[in-house]
């Protein structure tokens, strides 16, 4: 059974950073790619950012410049590293990970931005 863990979530001020983790187990095969989406109370869901196998990344406009996505697949792991957060980065985020054959979702880590 896969499972995707995420965890490095919480409160953060105005400004601050954070780094985002989330660790994939379990038979999940060969991953493609990697991605980190969020969800905000009454708005869809909408990407942030994602890395392909052969690294290539892509970001969401809000966040570019800010944000960098990295992997370590050895270890099946993704990251997320935010800096200099805005209370519209408020949000639960989560993990996607893309097989050939299907995709997996985490549960969601909260992040909180205070002013």
């Known amino acids: 059974q896969v499972q995707l863990v995420e965890s490095g979530g919480g409160l953060v001020q105005n400004g601050g950073s954070l780094r985002l983790s989330c660790a994939a187990s379990?038979?999940?095969?060969?991953?493609?790619?990697m991605a980190w989406y969020r969800q905000a109370p009454g708005k869809e869901r909408e990407l942030v950012a994602r890395i392909n196998r052969d690294g290539s990344t892509n970001y969401a406009d809000s966040v570019k410049g800010r944000s960098t996505i990295s992997r370590n697949n050895a270890k099946n792991t993704t990251y997320l590293e935010m800096n200099n957060l805005k209370s519209e980065d408020t949000a639960v985020y989560y993990c996607?990970?893309?097989?050939?054959?299907?995709?997996?979702w985490g549960r969601g880590t909260q992040v909180t931005v205070s002013s």
């Open positions: 379990g038979s999940i095969g060969r991953i493609n790619a």
């Open positions: 996607k990970v893309e097989t050939i054959r299907t995709h997996y």
